[in-house]
């Protein structure tokens, strides 16, 4: 899955990190991110592709440990109350449950966290697409200022001042020069990309029944809604949560308009890709979401409009909201009975999944 463009990635991640903010120091900036341990094979369960990895950061037990301590680090942000998993909480699907997480101070940002779950599967992350990799979207949430409101340089200092922290840099990274910190926003970066692509969940009741061929794994509600669910004539779904005939990644890592997101006056309130690539068709267009254990990741869509699965079905039924933009492929589904509604949400509750092995 050559999705990865450059070899360089933790190196973006840094200068992404630098456009962000204007702190960024030479010498952080020249410390090798390459893990020094030996590469883990990183298991998928039934139901997933194997997860891509940059050549330049294979995971490593050292830099997956690491990475989780600092998923569930306070010190990632100024004033040390806000982790990653204050937003993407680990007993909750990696989400918080909420339209809009709070971030330091009690701050709210406009879009709904998505799970880190499977995140290691698109090919870009965040709703509008605007970073490239995990490596590159680290650093976002730690600078952002509604979010967790830190620098890099602040970071690097309240980390190196801990010999644990140095420590684990250390091992997972090798030693730095004489006098200087093992500890860098590049490192940093890596380690919480390994760890987010151990993240991944599969082997729910649809993947045994579809790719297992247990055929008593879907109950037979939820087998009808999966026919709707891949049915062109009926909800054709599939057409944007696409499936292959060995895996199901329920995204086409593409950005489409179904009027999310759209105020009283009918204008688009988020403009989504279009922010990120000016091109005027993707206006109000957002990326297509896996819907890999999308019972438990409510509320829905970028903004956490719609609370339940049956309001998201609800919508599409509607057509979403008309809008210039909106996609071809989104057309109201108002022949869809009932009981052909009912069986859509069934389908997609069979999507809970298992840990990777
Ligand atoms: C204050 C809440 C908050 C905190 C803290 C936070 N995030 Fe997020 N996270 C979000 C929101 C909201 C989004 C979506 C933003 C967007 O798309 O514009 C997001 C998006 C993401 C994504 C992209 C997922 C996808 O589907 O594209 C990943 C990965 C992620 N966060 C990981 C992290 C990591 C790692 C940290 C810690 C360094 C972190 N987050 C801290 C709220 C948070
Ligand atoms: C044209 C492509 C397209 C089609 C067709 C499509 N979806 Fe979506 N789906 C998306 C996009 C894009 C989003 C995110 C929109 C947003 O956040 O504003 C989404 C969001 C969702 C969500 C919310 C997931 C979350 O984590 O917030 C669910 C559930 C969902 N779709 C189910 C369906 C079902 C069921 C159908 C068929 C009736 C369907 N989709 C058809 C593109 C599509």
């Excluded at 650093?139 to 967790?148: K, L, Q, R, S, Y």
């Excluded at 993947?207 to 297992?212: H, S």
Aim: glycine share 10%.
């Amino acid at each position: 899955m050559g999705r990865y463009r450059t070899a360089a990635v933790t190196a973006a991640a840094v200068s992404a990190a630098c456009v962000w903010l204007s702190s960024c120091s030479r010498t952080r900036e020249a410390l090798p991110a390459r893990p020094t341990g030996v590469p883990i094979v990183l298991k998928t369960p039934l139901g997933l592709p194997p997860v891509a990895v940059p050549p330049d950061n294979p995971p490593t037990a050292g830099t997956v440990a690491l990475g989780e301590r600092l998923f569930l680090s306070t010190l990632l942000s100024a004033d040390h109350s806000i982790s990653c998993a204050s937003c993407h909480k680990p007993e909750r699907g990696f989400v918080d449950g909420t339209q809009f997480s709070s971030g330091i101070g009690g701050k709210k940002g406009d879009r709904n966290a998505p799970s880190a779950r499977n995140a290691a599967y698109y090919q870009r992350l965040f709703w509008d697409g605007r970073a490239g990799s995990l490596e590159e979207q680290a650093p976002g949430p730690m600078t952002n200022p509604v979010e967790m409101a830190h620098t890099p340089a602040g970071i690097e200092r309240d980390l190196s001042a801990d010999s644990s922290w140095r420590k684990e840099f250390e091992q997972a990274f090798g030693p730095a020069p004489a006098g200087e910190s093992p500890v860098s926003m590049g490192r940093i970066a890596a380690a919480l990309a390994s760890y987010e692509r151990t993240l991944v969940r599969g082997k729910s009741a649809f993947d045994r029944y579809w790719f297992g061929g247990d055929k008593r794994a879907l109950t037979p509600e939820a087998a009808r809604g999966f026919e709707v669910f891949r049915n062109p004539g009926k909800g054709n779904c599939v057409a944007c949560h696409v499936m292959d005939s060995k895996y199901a990644l329920f995204t086409d890592n593409r950005f489409h308009n179904l009027g999310t997101g759209m105020n009283a006056e009918g204008e688009l309130t988020d403009l989504g890709r279009y922010k990120v690539t000016r091109h005027e068709g993707d206006q109000g267009a957002f990326r297509t979401p896996s819907l890999r254990d999308v019972a438990g990741t409510a509320p829905y869509m970028h903004d956490g409009s719609l609370k339940t699965l049956k309001e998201v079905v609800d919508f599409y039924v509607g057509g979403g909201n008309a809008n210039p933009h909106r996609d071809k492929l989104i057309k109201p589904l108002t022949h869809l009975s009932g009981p052909e509604r009912a069986s859509l949400v069934a389908f997609l509750e069979a999507l809970t999944g298992e840990d990777a092995p």
